[in-house]
């Protein structure tokens, strides 16, 4: 037997783990993301001469039923044209077996890098308020991502959110222009990642930090668009803390976080779906709000605040009646003496 | 493609029903138990002679005596029946036994000579010497568990290198081994592209291109069905098969 050093079998387990896009009308080029879903390439799409991210499920078995759903829910997930939307170009089935989804290949960054380097709240929102949209527009269609986080929002290179990675999404009902099915899920399994892990009834799907009460406890039927807004607030959190979510409130992490910012989240958050928003359309309502200093309706305003808010919005209007005063007064002083 | 010839048949799916050696280590037919035992024997025995050599420092003498030693109680005592899935990969729990077996040996200062000088099985120590001197340098950089484990994955490549080889030379398809052997074996620092392969085998590239795919293919199959053999459940398949087939060598 022949021997193999290290640098051959780095160089096999590559060869070996990589995808095998024979067949199809893709081209190899290099490993993009590793999860615990599946895995994202870049390749050559050859007939069009354009790159492509290509999401390829990382287990190495696959029953037919399985195959067949994924088949069937990408192509309803394909379906949701929004610009916030990644685009799936095509779904196939390469020659070992396995799934495969082919993306359009966002050049950016994902949402923890960009945070990183933007302090500014107000670019912040404006974004989360895109990811806010990109998330309604799905759930109008009746389908819930299950697996929201910065990881999987891209911010492209014109400054486009992009909510990618709808691999575990969930179909609660199908666009009514469709044949009526009953609801169904994308179940993919996983491989031993310990932060997205394996779906059937009972257990639980998505990653812990971001994922909602219901979520973490297996409860896939109880699962609808607010489990989303529950990790749409983690999301927010994130944004207004640099942080994971925690036990503690946004405020006791970064005391600048407003109080109207922080009772969205916390309403986002809530660990009831009750009392959570009852849709993405209506937290990016708030976010819309805090963005213009409006009154938002996760947070009751005292007097104070209400002046302060005013204040702080009509900035200029009180800049120029306290000039206007001032002036009055030295015309008045001046006049006098 | 001829479904009944090609290597995984016509949808060259992933192996669904290989048997696990390490299930078939509980069974009460001694028959398919000794099968399983040597499925795990070959699978494990030379990672296990290194890594005696390496980190418990026997010398080759010593750690041949405790290798045929390690299997032939774990074969009489059926050790391997005990394995919990649920607390452990197989492969921990092997070396774990391992490790308490040697500490053990060495405690009770004694030098393993079952049956005599009869070795119970037959193992080519001299091609593991061979390859421990070529790595001796890089074995000191990693831990007992990780050089354990890396030894595990290269000892299950070069099986599944021999296989693809044995299969396709009965199949009459040398050139796509060959091909196989100058693109992704050959060590030399040279760098050999498609287009060299096509001039040196009379091929067009494309072709080169088609039978590189197929023989890697079905390399991946082999390497899967291995795994399969020696892993209690689909959990630890999987975990094992992303660990083996990850690009970062451990």
């Given at each position: 037997?022949?021997?193999?050093?290290?640098?051959?079998?780095?160089?096999?387990?590559?060869?070996?783990?990589?995808?095998d896009f024979s067949g199809t009308k893709y081209s190899f080029v290099k490993e993009?993301?590793?999860?615990?879903?599946?895995?994202?390439?870049?390749?050559?799409?050859?007939?069009?001469?354009?790159?492509?991210?290509?999401?390829?499920?990382?287990?190495?078995?696959?029953?037919?039923?399985?195959?067949?759903?994924?088949?069937?829910?990408?192509?309803?997930?394909?379906?949701?044209?929004?610009?916030?939307?990644?685009?799936?170009?095509?779904?196939?089935?390469?020659?070992?077996?396995?799934?495969?989804?082919?993306?359009?290949?966002?050049?950016?960054?994902?949402?923890?890098?960009?945070?990183?380097?933007?302090?500014?709240?107000?670019?912040?929102?404006?974004?989360?308020?895109?990811?806010?949209?990109?998330?309604?527009?799905?759930?109008?269609?009746?389908?819930?991502?299950?697996?929201?986080?910065?990881?999987?929002?891209?911010?492209?290179?014109?400054?486009?959110?992009?909510?990618?990675?709808?691999?575990?999404?969930?179909?609660?009902?199908?666009?009514?222009?469709?044949?009526?099915?009953?609801?169904?899920?994308?179940?993919?399994?996983?491989?031993?990642?310990?932060?997205?892990?394996?779906?059937?009834?009972?257990?639980?799907?998505?990653?812990?930090?971001?994922?909602?009460?219901?979520?973490?406890?297996?409860?896939?039927?109880?699962?609808?668009?607010?489990?989303?807004?529950?990790?749409?607030?983690?999301?927010?959190?994130?944004?207004?803390?640099?942080?994971?979510?925690?036990?503690?409130?946004?405020?006791?992490?970064?005391?600048?976080?407003?109080?109207?910012?922080?009772?969205?989240?916390?309403?986002?958050?809530?660990?009831?779906?009750?009392?959570?928003?009852?849709?993405?359309?209506?937290?990016?309502?708030?976010?819309?709000?805090?963005?213009?200093?409006?009154?938002?309706?996760?947070?009751?305003?005292?007097?104070?605040?209400?002046?302060?808010?005013?204040?702080?919005?009509?900035?200029?209007?009180?800049?120029?009646?306290?000039?206007?005063?001032?002036?009055?007064?030295?015309?008045?002083?001046?006049?006098?003496? | 493609?001829?479904?009944?010839?090609?290597?995984?048949?016509?949808?060259?799916?992933?192996?669904?029903?290989?048997?696990?050696?390490?299930?078939?280590?509980?069974?009460?037919?001694?028959?398919?138990?000794?099968?399983?035992?040597?499925?795990?024997?070959?699978?494990?025995?030379?990672?296990?002679?290194?890594?005696?050599?390496?980190?418990?420092?026997?010398?080759?003498?010593?750690?041949?005596?405790?290798?045929?030693?390690?299997?032939?109680?774990?074969?009489?005592?059926?050790?391997?029946?005990?394995?919990?899935?649920?607390?452990?990969?197989?492969?921990?729990?092997?070396?774990?036994?391992?490790?308490?077996?040697?500490?053990?040996?060495r405690k009770a200062g004694k030098r393993l000579k079952r049956g005599g000088d009869?070795?119970?099985?037959?193992?080519?120590?001299?091609?593991?010497?061979?390859?421990?001197?070529?790595?001796?340098?890089?074995?000191?950089?990693?831990?007992?568990?990780?050089?354990?484990?890396?030894?595990?994955?290269?000892?299950?490549?070069?099986?599944?290198?021999?296989?693809?080889?044995?299969?396709?030379?009965?199949?009459?398809?040398?050139?796509?081994?060959?091909?196989?052997?100058?693109?992704?074996?050959?060590?030399?620092?040279?760098?050999?592209?498609?287009?060299?392969?096509?001039?040196?085998?009379?091929?067009?590239?494309?072709?080169?291109?088609?039978?590189?795919?197929?023989?890697?293919?079905?390399?991946?199959?082999?390497?899967?069905?291995?795994?399969?053999?020696?892993?209690?459940?689909?959990?630890?398949?999987?975990?094992?098969?992303?660990?083996?087939?990850?690009?970062?060598?451990?």
């Open positions: 037997m022949k021997w193999l050093s290290d640098s051959k079998l780095t160089h096999l387990r590559a060869v070996v783990g990589n995808p993009l993301a590793r999860g615990g879903m599946g895995t994202v390439y870049l390749a050559e799409d050859t007939e069009l001469n354009r790159q492509v991210a290509i999401k390829v499920l990382s287990t190495p078995e696959m029953t037919e039923d399985l195959r067949r759903r994924m088949i069937r829910e990408a192509q309803i997930i394909a379906r949701l044209e929004h610009p916030g939307i990644v685009p799936v170009h095509d779904v196939g089935v390469l020659p070992d077996g396995r799934v495969y989804y082919a993306m359009k290949f966002v050049r950016g960054e994902r949402l923890d890098e960009y945070a990183a380097h933007t302090s500014s709240t107000r670019e912040r929102l404006r974004k989360f308020q895109a990811v806010c949209d990109a998330v309604a527009f799905a759930h109008a269609h009746g389908v819930i991502h299950r697996d929201l986080k910065p990881q999987n929002i891209m911010i492209g290179s014109f400054g486009e959110v992009l909510v990618l990675d709808w691999g575990v999404a969930k179909i609660l009902r199908e666009a009514k222009t469709e044949d009526a099915s009953e609801a169904d899920t994308l179940i993919l399994p996983a491989v031993g990642d310990n932060q997205t892990i394996d779906t059937a009834h009972g257990t639980v799907i998505g990653t812990r930090q971001y994922m909602s009460p219901e979520q973490s406890r297996g409860e896939i039927d109880q699962l609808d668009e607010r489990s989303d807004i529950y990790s749409l607030g983690a999301v927010f959190y994130f944004l207004l803390t640099d942080q994971a979510p925690s036990d503690g409130r946004p405020r006791a992490v970064n005391p600048k976080v407003g109080k109207p910012a922080e009772a969205i989240c916390l309403k986002a958050m809530a660990h009831a779906r009750s009392q959570r928003y009852d849709s993405a359309a209506e937290l990016s309502a708030d976010i819309g709000r805090l963005l213009d200093a409006e009154p938002v309706s996760a947070y009751r305003e005292n007097a104070y605040e209400k002046v302060s808010r005013w204040v702080g919005k009509n900035r200029f209007l009180v800049l120029l009646v306290l000039a206007y005063l001032l002036m009055r007064i030295f015309f008045i002083f001046t006049s006098r003496s | 493609m001829d479904p009944d010839t090609d290597i995984g048949g016509a949808h060259q799916r992933f192996p669904v029903t290989n048997q696990s050696a390490i299930a078939a280590a509980r069974s009460e037919d001694q028959v398919v138990r000794q099968r399983a035992f040597d499925t795990i024997l070959n699978s494990y025995w030379k990672p296990t002679y290194k890594y005696i050599r390496l980190k418990w420092h026997a010398n080759n003498e010593d750690a041949k005596d405790l290798t045929q030693g390690f299997f032939a109680d774990a074969f009489e005592k059926n050790h391997f029946a005990h394995y919990n899935a649920r607390k452990a990969s197989f492969q921990t729990f092997l070396r774990t036994c391992l490790d308490g077996f040697v500490a053990n040996e009869v070795n119970h099985f037959q193992f080519d120590f001299l091609s593991a010497e061979d390859e421990i001197a070529m790595q001796a340098m890089q074995a000191n950089d990693l831990n007992a568990e990780d050089y354990f484990h890396r030894e595990w994955v290269r000892w299950m490549f070069t099986m599944s290198v021999d296989t693809l080889r044995q299969r396709y030379e009965a199949s009459g398809r040398q050139v796509h081994f060959q091909l196989f052997e100058a693109y992704d074996l050959n060590d030399d620092d040279t760098s050999v592209s498609y287009a060299s392969l096509a001039e040196t085998f009379a091929l067009e590239p494309a072709t080169v291109n088609n039978y590189l795919a197929a023989t890697r293919r079905d390399f991946r199959r082999i390497v899967l069905d291995k795994l399969r053999e020696i892993t209690a459940t689909d959990e630890e398949f999987r975990t094992e098969a992303r660990s083996l087939l990850g690009v970062d060598v451990k």
